[in-house]
């Protein structure tokens, strides 16, 4: 069993820097691929960049560039930068982690932009 706990989100102006955080408690964390998705009202869940327990990375077409995805292992935790934020960006964002049939959520965590 895995639980994800999402922080770091908030209000920001365009052009600003967030940075989300994903707590997991539970063992193993670092065999998951992990990922942050985002949610916007009346829009449909949508992926925001993914990493492996190797470090490899995956991003959607909308943010790569400006959010840049990272693992702690030894701190059981995935980072999510994000740079260059815009309007667009307004969304709730959720921690996922996944492996073989094992798939968790987070409960989200806000991220607002606007000015």
């Known amino acids: 069993q895995v639980q994800l706990v999402e922080s770091g989100g908030g209000l920001v102006q365009p052009g600003g820097s967030l940075r989300l955080s994903c707590a997991a408690s539970g063992s193993l964390f670092s065999i998951y691929v992990v990922g942050w998705y985002r949610q916007a009202p009346g829009k449909q869940r949508e992926l925001v960049a993914t990493?492996?327990?190797?470090?490899?990375?995956k991003y959607g077409d909308s943010v790569k560039g400006r959010f840049t995805i990272s693992r702690d292992n030894a701190k059981n935790t995935v980072y999510l930068q994000m740079n260059s934020l815009k309007p667009e960006d307004t969304a709730n964002y959720y921690c996922?982690?996944?492996?073989?049939?094992?798939?968790?959520w987070g409960q989200g965590t806000q991220v607002t932009v606007s000015s």
């Open positions: 990493i492996t327990r190797s470090g490899s990375t």
């Open positions: 996922n982690a996944v492996h073989l049939e094992l798939n968790y």
